[in-house]
């Protein structure tokens, strides 16, 4: 579930808990429906939250030296690139 889509279902669990007359409806219980959606969505977002969080990052940089056989000349070639942990 979503960030979006978790919002969403809070909103329509909350209408059904705090907006809908329990006479409406004698036999079915809209408060408990709504709580019980609510709980799903706080759990929902917690996960979206976990899941989406921003990862450490390391920075990995080589370095290589060489001399050329044919100049004799030294070639220094650095190389860096972040790699997810």
Request: aromatic share 10%; proline share 5%; with cysteine.
């Amino acid at each position: 579930m979503k960030f979006g889509s978790s919002i969403a279902l809070f909103v329509f669990s909350a209408i059904l808990c705090f907006a809908i007359d329990p006479a409406l409806s004698p036999n079915f219980n809209f408060a408990m429906v709504g709580y019980t959606l609510m709980g799903a969505c706080a759990v929902g977002l917690i996960a979206a939250l976990a899941i989406n969080a921003p990862r450490r990052t390391r920075r990995v940089t080589e370095t290589w030296s060489v001399v050329d056989p044919a100049t004799g000349e030294r070639i220094v070639r650095n190389e860096s690139r972040d790699s997810a942990l």
